[in-house]
């Protein structure tokens, strides 16, 4: 079992920034080494926003965040954050950390599906 949890939403104006980490534990931690976030707007399906292999090394974004978003992780492996700059309304949402045995590649392109652990998620509200 692995077990997530996210802190770091609010509510922030547009055009400012957030950052949001992950924490994750469990004896098979080491197993689910991709880690990453997606996000889930009312009324809408659980998209994709970033993801990060386990040495840090490779990322991928959604092209809706490339440029404003940075996904990172502490020393320790166990730690991602998501550095959220230039916030847009359209950003609003509810945000998931992840966990996944799959290829950070495989995250981004596969989507949800290939997420085998969920954190419970931190709203992010950006006002306008």
């Known amino acids: 079992q692995v077990q997530l949890v996210e802190s770091g939403g609010g509510l922030v104006q547009a055009g400012g920034s957030l950052r949001l980490s992950c924490a994750a534990s469990?004896?098979?931690?080491?197993?689910?080494?991709?880690m990453g976030w997606f996000r889930q707007a009312p009324g809408k399906e659980r998209e994709f926003v970033a993801s990060?292999?386990?040495?840090?090394?490779?990322?991928y974004y959604a092209d809706s965040v490339k440029g404003r978003f940075t996904v990172s992780r502490g020393n320790s492996k166990n730690i991602v954050y998501l550095q959220m700059n230039f916030l847009k309304p359209e950003d609003t949402a509810v945000y998931f950390c992840?966990?996944?045995?799959?290829?950070?590649?495989?995250?981004?392109?596969?989507?949800?599906?290939?997420?085998?652990?969920w954190g419970q998620g931190t709203q992010v509200t950006v006002s306008s």
């Open positions: 469990g004896r098979t931690f080491s197993v689910y080494a991709t």
């Open positions: 990060i292999s386990w040495s840090g090394d490779t990322t």
């Open positions: 992840a966990a996944a045995s799959a290829s950070a590649q495989g995250m981004a392109v596969l989507g949800p599906s290939k997420s085998d652990y």
